[in-house]
């Protein structure tokens, strides 16, 4: 069996600014993901398991929708060094397209003092 699934358009990427210590959730905004297989997330060489959000009929059969596209990914990031990575999804689990968004990952902030301290 052949399936075959029109090229997803990444429209948006929200933040791009990510914690080197990982678990930043981004969203990939944009049209036709595929919600048949899980959507993966590659950050360089680094790969997370993503998470589909909201839907949009995008074949009718008659007045019944016979096929539902995702309009977003949620990524999650992985914990890697400070640095930037192109974030690339991938909806058939082989095949990764780039979104042409860089994701900037720095360390987190720190507080170092409170004041006043009473």
């Not at 309009?71 to 780039?98: F, K, M």
Request: net charge neutral.
């Amino acid at each position: 069996i052949f399936e075959y699934y029109r090229a997803f358009v990444a429209t948006g990427v929200s933040p791009l600014v990510a914690s080197t210590a990982g678990g930043t959730s981004l969203t990939v905004s944009g049209q036709r993901f595929a919600t048949r297989r899980a959507p993966m997330c590659r950050f360089g060489a680094d790969v997370t398991s993503g998470a589909y959000g909201g839907t949009v009929c995008s074949t009718y059969n008659g007045l019944v929708c016979s096929a539902w596209d995702a309009v977003e990914i949620v990524c999650p990031t992985p914990a890697r060094s400070a640095g930037q990575a192109e974030l690339e999804v991938s909806t058939d689990e082989t095949t990764y397209v780039g979104s042409g968004y860089q994701v900037t990952f720095r360390a987190p902030d720190a507080l170092s003092r409170v004041s006043p301290t009473s």
